[in-house]
């Protein structure tokens, strides 16, 4: 009798020990599974306004297997990167100052590219202005004289200023109702310049 009690236990403990085996097993899988899917994350989201940048993405799971690889992304925390990456492609002085373009762009309440496609619609972004005149924008030179300014900084918060004056309080949101104004004699090809440069930053075609 005492014998069959004894066998009955061992096999209790052996079952016993084999299920917290197994448990244990699982809940190591489970967090090795876990980890790498953290390893690998890959964020595409998209937010409102259409605005498109590049966002770096890596894997950290394996340093055999790390590597980057760029992707197009769309959210509102990636727009001064784009702006940047798009000034540095083409070797813009106005690079340093991304950061202000975005912020004066969202201070007014126009879209971020707005300031740069006129730019390099107008001046290759600043590679053809006026010497020492920081204008890369075009407006305020005539024949009576040319609109100067004393840095960059300067000229990026008036211009910011008088877009949204001068275009957006009057529903000139689009590169042809701007075209009218801001370039009468155009025969469309400053609003298509503009449209294409809008272009390559939302797609990131640069």
Not at 24 to 47: A, D, I, P
Not at 132 to 159: M, P, Q, V
Request: negative net charge; glycine residues 8%.
């Amino acid at each position: 009798m005492w014998q069959k009690i004894v066998i009955f236990i061992g096999r209790l403990v052996f079952l016993g020990v084999f299920a917290l085996f197994c448990v244990v097993f699982v809940y190591w899988e489970f967090l090795t599974l876990n980890g790498m899917r953290q390893g690998k994350q890959t964020l595409v989201s998209r937010v409102g306004g259409g605005n498109v940048s590049q966002l770096v993405i890596g894997s950290n799971y394996e340093e055999e297997e790390e590597r980057q690889m760029e992707v197009l992304a769309v959210t509102d925390d990636a727009r001064p990167l784009i702006i940047k990456r798009y000034l540095e492609r083409y070797k813009s002085p106005l690079a340093p100052y991304a950061d202000l373009i975005f912020e004066v762009s969202m201070t007014y309440g126009f879209d971020y590219y707005w300031i740069v496609a006129i730019a390099q619609q107008e001046s290759n972004l600043c590679k053809k202005i006026p010497e020492n005149s920081y204008n890369c924008w075009g407006y305020g030179i005539h024949s009576k004289g040319t609109l100067r300014f004393d840095s960059y900084e300067l000229a990026i918060k008036s211009f910011a200023e008088y877009l949204d004056r001068e275009y957006f309080k009057k529903d000139l949101n689009t590169a042809e109702l701007m075209m009218g104004k801001y370039n009468p004699n155009s025969n469309g090809s400053w609003a298509f310049g503009v449209n294409q440069f809008i272009g390559e930053m939302e797609d990131g075609d640069f």
